[in-house]
């Protein structure tokens, strides 16, 4: 009724945790839990933001082709994520290591367009997506990467996928 929200053990558990984020969040409201994302829209896809280098302001996000370095890393990212303390959110796909491979658009839009962010979710296989028609059409396919990539009942049968690394940590 008061617009406060139950806080559970884990949530205590967060809230108990010193960091300086959390020490900074306590003196704001009391009740806040520290939360963090694999990736969203509006950034690029887990696997490809822990594959960039930086020069300066400058990020070179090389295209992600499934290595066994890329895959680790992103494994890494995932462990980092997930097992800080608070609340951690995965956006879809990234639990299967999905790219946001940005040098493959066909269609020549501008990035925020969400082309490469928004590829849908790989739950079984398919041999191709429907081009969807939005305003000039975006191409709903699956990047080269993404294509060859396991999806979820097969990674989901694979003990070393990206999928069962999430289950394990999480």
């Known amino acids: 009724p008061d617009g406060s929200y139950p806080v559970t053990d884990a949530g205590k558990l967060a809230l108990a945790t010193d960091t300086k984020l959390n020490t900074y969040f306590k003196q704001q409201r009391s009740e806040v839990i520290n939360s963090a994302f694999t990736s969203n829209h509006d950034v690029l896809r887990a696997i490809n933001q822990i594959n960039a280098t930086k020069t300066g302001t400058e990020y070179n996000c090389p295209k992600i082709t499934g290595t066994a370095d890329q895959i680790n890393k992103a494994k890494i990212h995932a462990a980092i994520t997930?097992?800080?303390?608070?609340?951690?959110?995965?956006?879809?796909?990234?639990?299967?290591?999905?790219?946001?491979?940005?040098?493959?658009?066909?269609?020549?839009?501008?990035?925020?367009?969400?082309?490469?962010?928004?590829?849908?979710?790989?739950?079984?296989?398919?041999?191709?997506?429907?081009?969807?028609?939005?305003?000039?059409?975006?191409?709903?396919?699956?990047?080269?990467?993404?294509?060859?990539?396991?999806?979820?009942?097969?990674?989901?049968?694979?003990?070393?996928?990206?999928?069962?690394?999430?289950?394990?940590?999480?």
């Open 82 to 170: 997930m097992l800080q303390p608070g609340l951690s959110f995965i956006y879809y796909g990234d639990e299967l290591g999905m790219s946001s491979n940005l040098t493959e658009n066909k269609l020549n839009h501008e990035n925020h367009i969400d082309r490469f962010y928004r590829q849908p979710m790989k739950w079984k296989e398919e041999t191709e997506r429907p081009f969807i028609t939005i305003s000039k059409g975006i191409d709903n396919s699956y990047d080269s990467y993404n294509t060859s990539l396991k999806n979820v009942d097969e990674q989901d049968k694979d003990t070393n996928s990206m999928l069962s690394f999430y289950k394990a940590i999480c």
